[in-house]
């Protein structure tokens, strides 16, 4: 075979892609019109006041009457009718900042990005997988303490307070992040200074522990003197070498980077002594989709450049959000065209309450094939999934054995659990009619299951 064929001779000549340049450089179109204007509570709003973390704190929506306050006529009756019944069924609290709320387009809210995440509606909504479960990464039997979850090794993840400055609709914490909904009664994780001593304790007690990632909830919510009591208790660990700190923040409130001068000194003094201790200290960020990109992003991050601080994403993959190539290829591009590192997309987890958001595996698995190749290795994501079960994360690719006609996945996780087997199943929807029919029979769906891991295991035997 001539290899013209697996190449052809002008693509080499032009470089790659050269016909449409164009396409490859409009990651680094970040709005900076004042869209906010749009919406009748913020018409009058100057930028000066509009892009201060005060100003998005104080007329933060939290209810759908505010969302009629603040949006009036620009979306339609039913629309709120949809909202109102939606946060029934819905695991997650709503919280939006006005931020937000301007980037979505009010012409068309059903297709819309940002609104998919954020405003949940009832005519969306579909019914849970039979497989699903609250808390189904087992965090809170992984605990040692409360707050903690220990499952690999060298690295536990930390907990500190259950609030956030935004509520996204699919979050994994839905048991214990935000207020109580009609769905869910959350355990409490306050951010009590006893309970946190408890967690230090552990993790001092614990020498081949060497990572810990401050979560939550969200930093962003930690006062200054809270980042900076955690990060130096942590830090002065003799077998603590790392830790991150997880905030959606750059995504949802940008402004606070520029306008809340006490939080990022704060930062920027533990990573500091994280510099003279030798230590690594980085900030874990949370983007999904393009849009949520903009000038303001980019200053905030230019200040982060400025004071050394390394940011990285974690995106969750989402039907209507996320979950074609050409999104992920432009997401990964102005992330990395801002200096945030994209780590990890995850397949969204087993919870209840937004199986319209979830993908199949073979959906990511096929956009991560795009993405890879598009840019810098270090600036690809690895696609995963966070077993149930607490297996832990697996790259999507390693499954064991993946059946596209009931959609049920198996993994291994021989580092954290040996000889189990972690299952992740495809929603219902993206299936044929026929395996479709028999997931609704119990007996038929324990026998899927079972013909899976029997299948599972040949394989891994073979
Ligand atoms: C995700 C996670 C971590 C950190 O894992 P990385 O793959 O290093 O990002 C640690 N502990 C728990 C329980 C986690 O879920
Ligand atoms: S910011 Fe993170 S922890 Fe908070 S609701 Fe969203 S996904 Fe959950």
């Not at 209810?63 to 939606?86: H, K």
């Not at 450049?305 to 390394?310: F, L, N």
């Not at 049920?408 to 495809?426: N, R």
Request: with cysteine.
């Amino acid at each position: 075979m001539s290899l013209d064929i697996l190449e052809p001779a002008s693509a080499v000549e032009k470089g790659p892609d050269a016909t449409s340049a164009s396409g490859l450089v409009s990651h680094r179109d970040l709005r900076r019109d004042d869209y906010w204007h749009r919406i009748p509570a913020y018409a009058a709003v100057g930028a000066d006041e509009f892009h201060t973390h005060t100003f998005q704190s104080r007329q933060t929506v939290t209810n759908v009457r505010q969302l009629r306050e603040a949006l009036g006529g620009v979306a339609p009756e039913t629309f709120y009718q949809d909202v109102l019944v939606g946060l029934k069924n819905a695991p997650m609290a709503l919280r939006i900042s006005p931020y937000l709320l301007s980037l979505i387009n009010w012409e068309e809210p059903y297709r819309d990005p940002i609104r998919t995440q954020f405003l949940p509606v009832a005519s969306e909504q579909s019914s849970n997988h039979p497989e699903l479960r609250l808390d189904s990464l087992h965090e809170q039997k992984d605990s040692p303490v409360p707050g903690l979850t220990h499952r690999y090794p060298d690295k536990a993840l930390f907990l500190p307070l259950d609030s956030c400055p935004v509520y996204c609709r699919f979050c994994t914490r839905s048991y214990a992040v935000g207020g109580d909904t009609e769905l869910v009664e959350k355990v409490k994780l306050s951010a009590r200074v006893q309970r946190w001593e408890d967690a230090f304790a552990y993790i001092a007690s614990r020498p081949e522990l060497e990572d810990i990632v401050i979560s939550g909830g969200d930093a962003y919510n930690l006062k200054a003197e809270q980042i900076q009591l955690i990060g130096e208790r942590l830090l002065g660990m003799s077998n603590i070498r790392r830790i991150r700190y997880a905030t959606k923040g750059l995504a949802v409130v940008p402004q606070k980077i520029l306008t809340d001068t006490g939080w990022l000194d704060a930062l920027t003094r533990v990573v500091e002594l994280g510099r003279r201790l030798h230590k690594d200290v980085v900030v874990h960020t949370h983007f999904n989709h393009p849009n949520e990109i903009t000038g303001v992003t980019q200053d905030a991050m230019g200040r982060m450049t400025e004071r050394g601080i390394t940011v990285r994403c974690q995106t969750v993959l989402q039907t209507g959000v996320n979950d074609n190539p050409t999104t992920m290829q432009q997401l990964v591009r102005r992330l990395s065209y801002i200096n945030i590192h994209p780590y990890y997309v995850y397949f969204l987890d087993m919870v209840p309450g937004v199986e319209d958001l979830r993908t199949s595996l073979e959906t990511g698995l096929n956009i991560e094939k795009h993405v890879r190749g598009h840019t810098a290795g270090f600036n690809t994501p690895s696609f995963v999934v966070d077993t149930m079960g607490g297996g832990g994360k697996r790259d999507g690719h390693s499954y064991e054995y993946y059946n596209r006609e009931t959609g049920i996945a198996v993994f291994t996780s021989p580092s954290v659990k040996p000889g189990a087997w972690f299952l992740y199943f495809d929603p219902l929807r993206t299936l044929h009619p026929e395996p479709r029919a028999r997931w609704l029979v119990a007996s038929e769906r324990r026998r899927m299951v079972e013909d899976a891991l029997c299948a599972a295991r040949d394989q891994t035997r073979g």
